[in-house]
């Protein structure tokens, strides 16, 4: 009997050892790994944003985070410690003890107990560094806009993982305190900017003391982006915007796409979210201003801006050729309503109505050429279409002419009426076009005819050829000559700057006041800039508000270049 139970008792245990050793062996070998070694994870410095001459947008900063042991935190020598930092941090030991308490709940290995330390506090931490025992010094690297709001709806801004994402994207090599780009450049570019986690891996004793570095990886920095903006351009673009409550400018190269400068006001400090905007900051962020919003990217009516769109439906449809005349009168009247203007001319050609932005010519232009025929010109134009440009997870399609909720053709009389082609032919009506849209089709008029792929970074010119005939365009030249020359925008007719072209639009947005623009490009013969300026309810005329602002873009950029 005495043998049975022993021969039981030793098949006991060896069938627990043969379990734990072969079964769970590779289990437990890892378990007892993780015992006696610690992780110490270094992030990686985000790479940074210049702009085309290197001028830095958008960098890193370091900043000096203290940590102590748990295990310093539950030992005898814990009052002496609180006692340090307490003089250390000029908090009281009461506070110390709370912020101890809050990290030990998330943490069991390292407390971090004080962020972003000053510079004084990090000299006094290492002229008394023998007395700080148990405490350490660690760095963090915080994303850092070194001009505050400046181009901030380009740049985007960072701000840390949420912890559903995180389980999407720990496969990926993020880390679950890690930081991600969030809107702009840094969205478009994360894999791009944001580098790879390094870290020591030591070995400690059962009292948690490090006894020897097993492993070493330097984290690998992440890439530098050349943009394309133009810094004294920008700042010229967003110090001009601050004539109005709200808008947007895009300045952009005609030939290649490249974007000088991108605005949008009101704007924002990115730097806020390093670490993360307060309550009262994100209120502000909140409000119904919208300034996160880039309303370089969002869709707005273009008034007459459009007219250029009706000119190349009229000419590209055979309706009318480059010799046509058209009426122009105080009133036309259509279906029993009658539609204003604010000149009477008689008959007039194609350069003229759009010098002095007839609205009775394009009334009768739209009908005369039918609604499939300006929405076919608005399509080709890059009209109601993403224009390629990186943020394009921003960007608004806008609308080339259909109404919202439908995709029937605007012919279809069930969907579409009369008042909307007549609308529509100045811009007005469910016509919504962005900024970005708009200098887009003006460089194409003032290149000769290529819609070229706005960018925000370096790279090749990517252009495609939108087939006008050349007698379309040299219409198009000769009127928006005219509109400066002779008509709406005379202010831009100034001997500093190069002969300059373009258009100005005066939307109406009722019950608030109108919106205003200007779209142009310069020089006149073989243009190296477009510029789009876009005023939302600001009132007053294209003319008068909008176009005052493209001509400081225009004089700044001509002066530098």
Known sequence: MLLCCFAIGCGAIVARLTYLQIISGPKNRM??????????LRPP???????????????????????????????????????QLSELLNLSPDKVEEYCNEE?????????????????????????????????????????????SLAAHVMGYTSTLRREEYAKLKTEGYRIDDRIGRSGIERAYESTLRGSWGGQKLEVNALGKVQRRLENNVPTAGADLQLTLDFRLQKAAEEALRKVKKGAVVAMDAQTGAIRAMASHPSFDPNIFSPA??????????????????????????????????TIAALESGKYNTDSKILSTRSFCFEGQCYHDHVSLGLIDFPTALAISSNTVYYRVGL?????????????????????????????????????????????????????????????????????????????????????????VEKPTVREAVGLKLETL??????????????????LN??????VAGKTGTAENPPYADHTWFAGY????????VVVVFCENSGGFGGTVAAPIAKILLRTWFQET
């Open 277 to 310: 905007p307060s309550i009262r900051q994100w209120e502000t962020l909140d409000s119904v201003r919208a300034p996160l919003v880039n309303r370089a990217l969002r869709g707005f009516p273009p008034a007459s801006t459009f007219k250029v769109v009706s």
């Open 31 to 40: 378990i007892a790994y993780e015992n006696r070694t610690r992780s110490i």
């Open 368 to 456: 005369a050429v039918g609604s499939t025929e300006l929405l076919k010109a608005s399509e080709q134009m890059g009209y109601g279409s993403e224009t390629g440009v990186e943020l394009v997870f921003e960007e608004s399609k806008g609308s080339a002419g259909r109404k919202k909720g439908s995709e029937q053709d605007p012919s279809n009389s069930g969907n579409w009426s009369s008042v909307d082609t007549i609308v529509s032919a100045i811009g007005q009506g469910v016509l919504e076009v962005t900024p970005l849209q708009m200098a887009r089709l003006y460089a194409a008029i003032g290149n000769g005819g290529w819609l070229v792929t706005p960018h925000l």
């Open 45 to 83: 410095i985000r790479g940074r944003l210049l702009d085309r001459k290197g001028i830095v947008l958008a960098t890193s900063s370091l900043k000096y985070n203290l940590y102590i042991n748990p295990k310093t935190f539950n030992s005898p020598e814990w009052p002496r410690v609180r006692h």
């Open 104 to 148: 030990f709940k998330k943490n069991d290995y390292r407390l971090n107990v004080a962020k972003n330390l000053s510079t004084k506090q990090v000299m006094n931490f290492f002229e008394r560094r023998k007395d700080f025992k148990g405490i350490e010094l660690d760095i963090e690297t915080l994303r850092s806009y070194p001009h505050g």
């Open 494 to 499: 100034d001997s500093s700057l190069p002969s």
């Open 522 to 529: 310069a020089p006149e013969k073989k243009p190296n800039l």
């Open 474 to 491: 040299q219409v198009l030249h000769k009127g928006l000559r005219k509109v400066v020359t002779e008509g709406t925008a005379t202010l």
